[in-house]
């Protein structure tokens, strides 16, 4: 298994395909595995050279007991591109994978050459999104009550508070959530629920409303058509200057599960259309 | 290795390799309709890196990002091993 040392810690990473460099970064709670399951890593691979690889606390990685906000993680991203010699990239990030990745752009635009934002929701914008709207956290109540885990519908997606119930399960309810998730899932969800996860995973820590606005790269804010963050979606494409939305048809939350050949189709498209203009401006003498 | 191992052969390799590099204390029990996620117990995720200490084995490269593509547009997302041993068996086959 490919692992890389960066920050201070041990990644587990996957690589495929020749080219310009994408680095692609799962979502809390998720793997790289993701990557695989919605067929992006064969066909960014067909152009590019795609780096995914996971979190600090999720799939093979270390599992450090602190640090996990947006900042840390975007740190991660570019001690992982350190480490392999990527010295620019675009970079494509699912859900808090798209924070860590405009996180990333921020603090070193010069290492980041475009970026897609899957269905990101940035701690500074939460005050847009009604979040009664968000289906996904009321389905992930549901498994998690049939798990016997019960979390209240007053804290929407709240990971503290899921990481809380979690670790305090005991005997029967204990064994019923094991069985849901698997015993591997159960060990790594265990291990991510001791940290400082939840927490910090809700943090702006830096990431304002300003300082997103200030994304000068080209950006493709790829949303579900039924995505909760639909209003986010709208605010990066007003307020970024060089942002394109586009809908991923029949997604809410989940594209890369929900409609896996649309989402990788516009990822695909846009990388593709990234790599034509650069070239073009290359034989203009301009970048 | 001398000609291509048989689909018995290769079951006894996934196997060990479960057993091995993914810590499954229960593979020799392994059979064809065991399931992937639903009986080992698995996740996605083990299976990416089962694939690659399956090409590790063989020394050579199998197109396991198909398998997993296809894995990922299946309802229940899991794989029963017999399919796995057909997968490898075809492509170590395959020239």
């Known amino acids: 298994m490919p692992r890389i040392a960066a920050n201070n810690l041990s990644f587990h990473y996957q690589q495929a395909g020749a080219g310009p460099d994408v680095v692609l970064i799962h979502g809390l709670t998720g793997d790289l595995s993701i990557w695989f399951l919605c067929q992006a890593m064969g066909v960014i691979g067909r152009a590019h050279r795609a780096t995914a690889y996971d979190l600090r606390g999720h799939g093979y990685s270390d599992t450090p007991p602190s640090n996990y906000t947006s900042a840390d993680q975007a740190a991660d991203a570019l001690a992982i591109m350190d480490a392999l010699g990527i010295e620019r990239a675009t970079l494509v990030g699912h859900s808090f994978g798209g924070v860590v990745a405009m996180h990333a752009a921020l603090i070193a635009p010069e290492r980041v050459t475009a970026l897609v934002l899957s269905d990101p929701s940035f701690a500074a914008l939460r005050h847009l999104e009604d979040l009664n709207r968000w289906g996904h956290w009321e389905n992930f109540r549901q498994e998690a009550a049939d798990a016997g885990v019960e979390l209240s519908g007053e804290h929407w997606y709240d990971l503290t508070r899921f990481f809380g119930q979690v670790n305090h399960l005991d005997g029967e309810r204990l064994l019923r959530f094991r069985q849901a998730v698997g015993l591997p899932g159960f060990n790594r969800l265990i291990k991510l629920a001791r940290t400082t996860c939840g927490d910090d995973a809700k943090a702006e820590s830096g990431l304002t409303a300003e300082r997103i606005g200030e994304i000068e790269q080209p950006v493709l804010a790829l949303f579900g058509e039924f995505s909760p963050f639909l209003a986010t979606a709208d605010y990066l494409t007003e307020h970024l200057p060089r942002c394109v939305q586009r809908r991923v048809p029949g997604a809410k939350h989940r594209a890369p599960e929900e409609n896996a050949a649309a989402f990788v189709a516009l990822v695909d498209e846009f990388l593709m259309e990234q790599r034509a203009g650069r070239v073009l401006a290359s034989v203009r003498g301009t970048e | ?95």
């Open chain 2, 1 to 95: 290795m001398t000609g291509s191992p048989t689909k018995s052969q290769i079951l006894k390799d996934v196997a060990s390799v479960l057993e091995n590099r993914l810590g499954v204390v229960s593979a020799a029990d392994l059979e064809r309709e065991t399931r992937f996620f639903a009986d080992l117990g698995l996740a996605s995720i083990d299976a990416v890196v089962l694939g690659e200490a399956v090409q590790d084995h063989y020394q050579r490269p199998l197109p396991f990002n198909l398998l997993m593509a296809e894995i990922g547009g299946r309802a229940d997302r899991d794989l029963a091993i017999g399919e796995l041993v057909d997968f490898i068996e075809h492509h170590l086959n395959t020239v």
